[in-house]
């Protein structure tokens, strides 16, 4: 049985006050011994939120880290930089990384294995615009960008990792992937996977994410092949990514 895990993706919002406001709500909710949950915050609100979660089951993530160790390349956070400030996870190939800041799938995979080099857990963000869904290319897009991870880090470093399927036309557009849609490609993942390694593929947390709200995380959390959410709008609420976390 697979560790479910619901994460939230804060992505460029909030203040320095409203970070902690939320995190601090977002703890009220839990009791201890919860486990599974997870927030990814902008980089400037990873230290007061490691003082604040210390004692909590809120774990925290960043959005990004850098394709490289240390030096001359400004502008980027390293996965030394964040496992200082506690970071548990970094995401890595956000679809908004790949399309505005020209995250390639060779940087996606060299930011993966630096995060990991360093113990951070990497959360592998994969996902087709509605153009390549409707050209039939869903399963392709999906393959090459794993792929890529894959052959860079090879299959024995997805043990220690999470992959996010995030169809990019349901990303803050309200509109969210069928249960059975979403099945269909986390399974198609997994089998991948499987066809490399069957134990890393029965135990890898395939998270979905699109639009995820209290309404429709019943369904698709239920889904064989869906182990918990990746969730921007929702996690900016409290209330409603609790409600997510407590439909699992
Ligand atoms: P929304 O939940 O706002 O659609 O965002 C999803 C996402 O991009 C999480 O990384």
């Known amino acids: 049985m697979r560790q479910s895990l619901i994460m939230g993706n804060w992505k460029m919002n909030g203040s320095r006050e409203s970070a902690k406001s939320l995190a601090t709500a977002i703890m009220a909710g839990l009791k201890e011994g919860d486990t599974g949950?997870?927030?990814?915050?902008?980089y400037v609100y990873l230290a007061d939120l490691q003082e604040l979660t210390a004692n909590s089951p809120l774990a925290v993530?960043?959005?990004?880290v850098a394709d490289q160790e240390?030096?001359?390349y400004?502008?980027?956070?390293s996965s030394t930089m964040l496992k200082e400030l506690g970071c548990e996870y970094a995401l890595v190939g956000h679809s908004e990384r790949r399309s505005y800041y020209g995250d390639t799938d060779e940087s996606v995979a060299t930011r993966f294995c630096e995060a990991q080099k360093?113990?951070?857990t990497p959360v592998l963000c994969i996902g087709e615009t509605l153009e390549e869904r409707e050209a039939n290319k869903t399963f392709d897009v999906v393959n090459t960008q794993l792929d890529a991870v894959i052959e860079k880090a090879g299959i024995e470093a997805l043990k220690n990792s999470v992959i996010a399927y995030e169809p990019v036309w349901a990303i803050g557009t309200g509109v969210t992937a069928s249960d059975e849609q979403a099945q269909e490609v986390h399974k198609a993942i997994r089998e991948r996977i499987a066809a490399k390694d069957q134990t890393i593929a029965e135990s890898i947390q395939i998270l979905y994410g699109g639009s995820m709200k209290p309404a429709n995380a019943k369904g698709l959390l239920a889904m064989a092949d869906i182990d918990g959410g990746l969730i921007g709008g929702a996690s900016l609420d409290a209330e409603s990514f609790l409600a997510i976390y407590q439909s699992v």
């Open 118 to 120: 360093n113990g951070v």
């Open 37 to 42: 949950i997870a927030a990814c915050v902008p």
């Open 61 to 64: 993530g960043a959005q990004n």
């Open 70 to 72: 240390s030096g001359a």
């Open 74 to 77: 400004t502008g980027e956070i």
